[in-house]
């Protein structure tokens, strides 16, 4: 969510709102997706993430045991649930001085690169962790992880070379973190051959979504909503066309493998829970904030660097070096977009 706001928002406003949001918004939503009910005689036919045999039907969390949903590892519960938020608080905040006219591109491609390194590492821990054991099941979800974030990552550039004639490796790096978010909910209920589709749907329907903002006006300094909430949507809609049954012994089967419809509405259901449900708290706490403490920045220390107005630090120091060299850069826009809430963290590849 920070992502999305980063070089405008106050540093005591976003911990007030990360406290609050947590505790309204995820702490419930987790539960509705992750509490899986008490072991019993009974089982329910919609296990999710992890589920272990034996737990009841209809004693968990709503979207998992009563809904049905399948979300292995977080795709509604963190990728939407962060994505709506993060839109809420772009609307409530405003745009960047300047944007979308000044360019405001990621200042450290070497960085977009080992933040998109260190994340697909991480991520086959709770992804295939998620099992809860290490059996067939975590290793699906490891392969599904591998496959989907490369393709991902190939498709979105290749994306990009087809429409404006060049690949990039920011493009790469938004495309295989593109490819996390969707391949999270879905990991434990497809085979390889669906990863490999999901990989290339959510790199190209992710590379044309981060565009969105331009046209209809709101400032998302890291494409938040274009590559998590757009790329948890098509992960978890995803399940719904190509879980099967052969992948986690659940005894579900997406619409191309003979299940027909009903899976993919369950699935679309738990998606527009989530999303309105985060959205509208979200935007209300925003609001809140906004008018009694301010959420936003003046423009004076947006314009000069939050860095210093927010921490009384820069990203960077010039001082050593030619002084119209350092003054340069600062004046460039180096001061602001390195703040430590800034581009400087851009780990989903922002600024394609």
């Not at 919609?46 to 709503?62: D, E, I, M, R």
């Not at 290490?134 to 087809?162: P, R």
């Amino acid at each position: 969510i920070s992502g999305a706001i980063a070089d405008r928002a106050k540093f005591s406003a976003w911990c007030l709102f990360s406290v609050l949001w947590v505790s309204i918004v995820y702490f419930p939503v987790a539960h509705w997706v992750f509490y899986f009910g008490d072991a019993a005689s009974k089982t329910t036919p919609h296990l999710g993430n992890g589920a272990a045999s034996g737990t009841v039907y209809g004693s968990g969390g709503w979207i998992v045991n009563r809904l049905g949903a399948l979300d292995f590892a977080g795709g509604t519960a963190v990728h939407i649930n962060a994505g709506a938020a993060a839109l809420a608080l772009c609307l409530v905040l405003g745009r960047r001085k300047g944007w979308p006219k000044t360019p405001m591109r990621p200042h450290n491609v070497p960085s977009v690169l080992l933040g998109a390194g260190l994340l697909w590492f991480g991520w086959f821990g709770f992804n295939a962790g998620s099992a809860l054991t290490a059996g067939g099941l975590a290793g699906q979800a490891f392969l599904n992880t591998q496959v989907a974030t490369a393709v991902g990552g190939l498709a979105w550039a290749g994306t990009e070379w087809l429409r404006d004639g060049k690949p990039t490796t920011v493009g790469f790096a938004s495309g295989a973190v593109a490819g996390l978010v969707a391949v999270t909910p879905a990991c434990g209920s497809i085979n390889a051959v669906g990863a490999v589709v999901l990989g290339i749907l959510v790199g190209v329907i992710c590379a044309y979504a981060v565009g969105l903002k331009y046209r209809l006006g709101f400032d998302d300094s890291l494409d938040v909503v274009g590559v998590h909430l757009v790329g948890g949507i098509v992960g978890t809609l995803f399940v719904g066309f190509f879980a099967t049954a052969a992948v986690d012994g659940v005894n579900v089967d997406g619409l191309f493998y003979g299940g027909g419809g009903k899976q993919l509405g369950i699935q679309a259901v738990a998606a527009i829970s989530v999303f309105a449900y985060s959205f509208v708290i979200a935007y209300i706490l925003g609001k809140v904030i906004d008018k009694t403490i301010g959420f936003r920045i003046s423009e004076e220390a947006e314009i000069e660097g939050i860095d210093g107005a927010e921490h009384s630090e820069t990203g960077y120091d010039f001082s050593n070096m030619a002084g119209g060299f350092g003054s340069g850069l600062t004046v460039a826009g180096i001061g602001s977009t390195a703040s430590s809430t800034g581009t400087a963290s851009t780990s989903t590849g922002a600024g394609v």
